[in-house]
Each structure stands twice: as structure tokens, then as C-alpha cells.
């Protein structure tokens, strides 16, 4: 398995003129990235990647906290409901968060954070390894924050580990005015991943020649 980094990054510049572009209009109420194009506060699932890859979706902006006490959930309409796993508001070096979920735990830690941009190394652990989750990522900057949904992400035994940078999007104030914040924090929600496992190509063909074998005999046995 390569191992696991998670980008928290800026949307690029057009990105960013777009979403001056809709700072008149913008409100409270938050909406999905797959409900608009272009989204009114100029969110898009690029601005948060996994290993490279774009998030599936994302929904905001979103006034005030997310809930990041004991046995929080994150509630969605489209997405679901998602536990709290982790989180991160503190600036300073060696600042570590622990979480658990179904047996894996998963610590979380700054390695350097600056206002809008920084590291941190998460690792995890367990007897309920390997593990495929979804989760949500939530950025909180100025007065409200935005959540980026990443749907059926495989943590395996080895590697166990991985590194991550974020860089702040531009999010509202209390003047519903754009501004570049400062990070306030950064929160992981989490559920059980769902699977459909495929077959492969020689096992399709086995069961296609076990099924035609039962036709056949069964064939011969109603002419007898």
C-alpha cells in the first residue's frame, strides 16, 4: 500500500476570483457541492484531496463549530451521519489527538502549522485492521467551515502511517465578507465504508462453466 497523505489545499486563483464573485450573494445556508454549479461560495471537491484524489463531494460554508465533543456525530442529509474521530486546533509543535473506531486507533499530529498552511503525520493501529472507511473533513476558519466527504478509503496494517498538508481556502467572516483566515481547526468525522467486491475475471468464467455443467445434467436427468 503507498502510503496515505491527505492535502488539505487552496483552490487555484480562478477558483478564488470566482468565489469573490459570489461574496454578495452568499449566505448562511450552506449547500453541496453536487447540487451547483458553480457553488455559490465557490467551494469545489478539489479543495481537499486524498492521496491525491479530489473529495467526492463537499458542503458548506457552514456558520459556526462542528461538534467535536464525546460521541458527536456529523449529520448529513445527503452524506449521512459520521462519528467524531480526531481533531487539531492547536498551533504549537508535538500537539497530539487520539481517536478509536471499531478498533483502530488513529493519532493525529502537528508537525508544523502555520496560519493558512502546515503538516501533520497520522497514524493508526489496531486489531481491526485493515479497515475501509469514509470520512469527512472539516476546515474551520473565520466564522464558519467547510466539510469534504471522501468515500471508501482503505487503511491497511503496513504501511501504517501517513503525511498530510492542508492550505486555508478562503471562508466567510461575520461581515459575510471573503477573507483568507487564520486556521482555527481541523476535525475528521468517520463511518464504516461499504465495498462490492468484484470478481475476477477467471473466477467469472469458473462459475459461468459450474452453471452450464448444472444446466447440462439437470437437462439429462429430466430426458431420463
Not at 30 to 39: I, K, R
Not at 41 to 57: H, K, P, R, Y
Not at 187 to 204: D, H, K, N, Y
Request: proline share 4%; net charge negative.
Amino acid at each position: 500500500m503507498e502510503m496515505r497523505q491527505l492535502y488539505l489545499r487552496a483552490a487555484s486563483a480562478s477558483v478564488l476570483a470566482a468565489g469573490l464573485a459570489f461574496a454578495g450573494a452568499a449566505s448562511a445556508a450552506p449547500t453541496y457541492c453536487s447540487d451547483a454549479d458553480p457553488h455559490k461560495d465557490g467551494l469545489t471537491t478539489g479543495d481537499v484531496t486524498f492521496e491525491t484524489q479530489s473529495a467526492s463531494d463537499c458542503y458548506g460554508l457552514v456558520p459556526g463549530n462542528p461538534d467535536t465533543s464525546n460521541n458527536a456525530t456529523l449529520p448529513f442529509t445527503k452524506w449521512g451521519s459520521f462519528d467524531f474521530l480526531v481533531k487539531d486546533d492547536d498551533n504549537a509543535m508535538d500537539n497530539k489527538t487520539v481517536g478509536t473506531f471499531e478498533g483502530v486507533t488513529f493519532e493525529l499530529e502537528a508537525l508544523g502549522i502555520d496560519e493558512t498552511s502546515g503538516t501533520w503525520n497520522l497514524s493508526w493501529s489496531g486489531a481491526g485492521l485493515p479497515i475501509i472507511l469514509d470520512f469527512v473533513v472539516n476546515l474551520k476558519g473565520a466564522d464558519f467551515y467547510a466539510s469534504y466527504l471522501f468515500e471508501g478509503v482503505s487503511f491497511l496494517v503496513d504501511p501504517d502511517t501517513g503525511s498530510g498538508t492542508f492550505q486555508m481556502y478562503t471562508f466567510l467572516n461575520a461581515g459575510n465578507q471573503l477573507q483568507t483566515p487564520d486556521l482555527s481547526n481541523v476535525s475528521i468525522f468517520v463511518r464504516s465504508g461499504e465495498t462490492t467486491i468484484v470478481p475476477a475475471p477467471g473466477t467469472l468464467g469458473l462459475l459461468g462453466l459450474g452453471l452450464f455443467g448444472m444446466a447440462f445434467v439437470t437437462r439429462r436427468r429430466n430426458k431420463s
